[in-house]
């Protein structure tokens, strides 16, 4: 360690400060540059204003007409101009519910198989094709749920659930095909890869000390994950099943083509029914009237407020979990 | 670096009589756990090389030596925390009451609840102080619901923490202070009523007077406990320690009586060691 020569440097040697202004300070482009920079980045959340203005503004007709109850009245009729959009809020949440319901504990499994217990060579190729089932795109899900999926439902999964659950209301009546079941089910599929893949970077953000105090207790790796790694990431997971959520509630076109499009609210799974997103794409090229307009644009509105709320929820509990802050029961 | 030079003067027999001169065996209880010609590596990586000792009841044993030395590395192969270790392999013996831990009729689960360990950092899980002392209680079904408050009690008053949050057990473990929640892991630990008590640094992480407090602790529990320290700290080691062994580049240099080891060591490596020539 031979000593460096810093008292060499003279006395009036210019600070950091001052050096960085002088790297970035006066050069025009970099103006220009950091101009342009800083207005498109300003520019995506005053688009998200900008559309929730025009959604407003086109809301407005429909909004004084009808009031707070257009989203628990029913009727939805174009000729009579009398517009309610409770069947498609109920239908929204229903398949999304059903979604979640399947998705879940699917999601859940591949997440907790992918850090906890899966070989590692095996962890890259099954988390890339997993991802790789978000970017098929919707309509040909939609193509799928009608050539594969319906059929399949039809053969060898409506009879024994009619047989085993058939006196409960929610498996009742006859199974159109087109239906809130196959709707959910098609939504649970699109959404595992999400709810799955920021399941396992929670998981992942769970810190290995916690794993190692569980085993060093005695914990089998199955209860150190239980009764360690989940509770940790609590949080976190809840989080990804929120964000999954908020992707059921705004799919389209996919549930457009199984769910069904009847303005109708049925307990039933094997009835058809609506969602709001789908409402929208179907009936928009239809609305010939000024408030038939309107009342399409309230319901995007309420669609697109119901999934902000549900993502600024999710992406919150997923944030407190990444920067470590879920520790403790105050965590939800 | 001066000392890379001086490894040649003990070669692995050389190494297993000097071992065995610091302390004479009628010095010694009969060890709880023994290391035989014990060898570990990281893949290619010979991490541990032909480990041999003896740790003896009812007593504090120190592992002290500079970082990478194997002193961790051994610690955690005492309760086969390497078992997930992905490329991790041995050769040699541990062997708990004279019966191999790594033996086709060892249960990992029942030896790591005969094993307690207590980590570098406080590791609590985000319970609260009760649930955290209850967990392995719990999980090992060792005492019935109602024995249950009786136990979390024990445990934290061996952990000397039971005055600090008698009123507040419902309250999370993870708002302890630093200290609070280290002696809530030895509590977590006790609650299983372990046979040894291994401690990785548990006080690398804290201030001076929380380090007290543990060492404090250690002196009381070794009435009832077997405990394995590794430290870094050889103040710590001189002060807690009735036993100090001392790892050198995956070696055990040196293992004998504290008092002896510090005072009279019988390796160069050792003494240049603790009298802080290098490390």
């Known amino acids: 360690m031979s000593s460096f020569p810093i008292e060499g440097v003279p006395p009036g040697r210019p600070s950091a400060e001052t050096r960085w202004r002088s790297l970035v300070g006066n050069d025009r482009s970099d103006r220009v540059y950091r101009n342009v920079l800083t207005g498109l980045a300003l520019a995506l959340p005053a688009l998200i204003l900008i559309i929730l203005g025009v959604l407003f503004m086109g809301a407005l007709p429909a909004l004084k007409r009808f009031g707070p109850s257009f989203i628990w009245t029913s009727t939805w009729d174009p000729v009579a101009e009398v517009y ?98 196959a709707g959910g089910i098609i939504l649970a599929i699109m959404i595992v890869p999400y709810i799955a893949a920021v399941s396992r970077e929670v998981l992942l953000a769970v810190p290995g000390s916690q794993r190692e105090a569980a085993l060093a207790m005695g914990a089998t790796r199955w209860e150190a994950v239980r009764s360690a790694v989940l509770p940790y990431g609590r949080a976190g997971l809840i989080g990804a099943v929120i964000l999954g959520l908020g992707r059921a509630l705004g799919e389209t076109m996919a549930v457009t083509m199984v769910i069904g499009n009847r303005h109708d609210i049925g ?48 992406r919150i509990l997923i944030w407190r979990v990444a920067r470590g802050q879920a520790v403790g029961s105050q965590a939800l | 670096m001066k000392l890379a030079s001086d490894s040649r003067t003990v070669g692995p027999s050389d190494r297993a009589a000097q071992v ?17 010609a014990y060898n570990f590596w990281y893949g290619t990586n010979h991490a541990l090389h032909d480990i041999s000792m003896g740790i003896p009841r009812r007593a504090i044993t ?45 249960d990992v689960v029942t030896l790591r609840r005969r094993i307690g360990m207590v980590f570098q950092r406080p590791n609590p899980f985000p319970k609260s102080v009760y649930d955290n002392v209850a967990y392995g209680p719990r999980l090992n079904a060792l005492a019935h619901a109602r024995e249950l408050p009786d136990r979390v009690e024990r445990a934290l008053r061996q952990a000397a923490l039971w005055e600090e949050v008698a009123d507040r057990l419902r309250e999370p473990g993870t708002a302890l202070s630093g ?101």
Request: aromatic fraction near 10%.
């Open chain 1, 84 to 181: 309610g959009a409770a069947p498609m809020i109920f239908g929204t949440l229903a398949s999304s519910f059903l979604a979640l319901l399947i998705a879940v504990p699917l999601a859940l499994s591949v997440a907790i198989f992918l850090t906890e217990f899966s070989p590692r060579w095996l962890r890259q190729p099954v988390g890339f094709v997993i991802e790789l089932l978000a970017a098929i795109p919707s309509v040909v899900y939609g193509t799928w749920g009608i050539f594969v999926l319906i059929p399949f439902l039809r053969a060898h999964v409506v009879p024994p659930l009619k047989a085993v659950l058939g006196w409960t209301p929610f498996f009742h009546g006859v199974f159109y095909g087109n239906s809130l079941l």
């Open chain 1, 267 to 314: 307990v039933s799974v094997f009835q058809p029914a609506y969602t709001m997103a789908a409402a929208i794409a179907n009936e928009f090229s239809e609305a010939t009237t000024h408030l038939y307009l309107s009342a399409l644009f309230e319901v995007g509105l309420i669609l697109f407020v119901l999934t902000v709320v549900v993502n600024a929820i999710a």
């Open chain 2, 20 to 36: 065995s001169q610091t302390v004479r065996p009628s010095d010694r209880p009969t060890p709880v756990l023994e290391s035989r």
């Open chain 2, 62 to 106: 120190a592992l002290i030596g500079p970082s990478g030395c194997g002193k961790t590395t051994f610690l955690r192969s005492i309760n086969r925390m390497h078992d997930l270790t992905p490329g991790a392999r041995h050769t040699g013996e541990i062997l708990l009451d004279g019966a191999s831990i790594f033996g086709p009729g060892t």
């Open chain 2, 179 to 279: 200290g609070q929640q280290q002696r809530l892991c030895i509590a977590r630990a006790l609650a299983n009523e372990p046979e040894l008590l291994l401690m990785d640094e548990p006080c690398s992480a804290l201030d001076p007077i929380a380090t007290q407090r543990i060492e404090e602790l250690l002196v009381e529990l070794k009435k009832s406990y077997t405990i394995v320290i590794v430290t870094h700290n050889m103040q710590q080691a001189a002060r807690v320690s009735d036993y100090t062994g001392f790892f050198y580049v995956g070696n055990l240099v040196e293992f004998g009586v504290t008092q002896q080891l510090f005072t009279r060591p019988s390796d160069e490596r050792t003494e240049a060691y603790i009298t802080g020539r290098f490390g």
